[in-house]
């Protein structure tokens, strides 16, 4: 329990989380409210103290998983940020940036079906509505910051139509 701060009371007992917590053991506690609460369940977050940094258990579908503690965050941020210069000074290539961006945070698919891809008559998928690039982004999002990494929209997007063209060069030019 040293290794964790749990803030919070239960409203029904009057409980406090840590009380609870060393009571059942972290993960759990961590098992018991994602299994019994739908909300938890879609993401239950709990803030602890992980050898000395912080860091950040998650619960998602009863599984849990440890995040990145500051010091993963700052090398992952500065490996990103490396990647990043040689981007801007043209050593790499834009779709090299943001494929190997999107290995990085672990994002394998661009979220479209091979032949909704595949009707595309734009190299750039700009006939594929913004939108439905756009509406990928929380999850993306969260994959990025699961990592520590700064993350805007347009990287969002740019991940994702990297790896829809990659897709496509795998199972067969435009339609």
């Known amino acids: 329990m040293e290794n964790y701060t749990v803030i919070g009371v239960y ?18 506690a961590i098992r018991e409210v994602a299994s019994a609460n739908m909300v938890a369940r879609a993401e239950l977050q709990i803030i602890g103290a992980v050898r000395g940094h912080v860091g950040l258990i998650s619960a998602r579908e009863d599984s849990i998983q440890k995040m990145t503690t500051q010091q993963e965050k700052h090398d992952n941020q500065a490996l990103m940020t490396a990647k ?32 909704t891809l595949q009707r595309s008559r734009d190299p750039h998928f700009n006939d594929i ?9 929380g999850y993306v999002r969260r994959l990025a910051y699961a990592k520590g990494l700064p993350w805007s ?23």
């Not at 509505?129 to 982004?137: H, I, R």
């Open 11 to 28: 409203d029904d007992t009057g409980e406090t989380y840590a009380e609870h917590v060393r009571a059942i053991g972290p993960h759990e």
């Open 84 to 115: 990043r210069a040689d981007y801007m000074e043209h050593r790499i290539s834009h779709e090299d940036y943001y494929l190997w961006l999107s290995d990085f945070i672990g994002l394998k698919r661009c979220g479209f079906a091979d032949a």
């Open 129 to 137: 509505p913004l939108g439905s690039w756009d509406a990928q982004d």
């Open 153 to 175: 929209l347009c990287d969002t997007v740019c991940c994702l139509k990297a790896l829809a063209r990659q897709r496509v060069k795998l199972v067969g030019a435009h339609a």
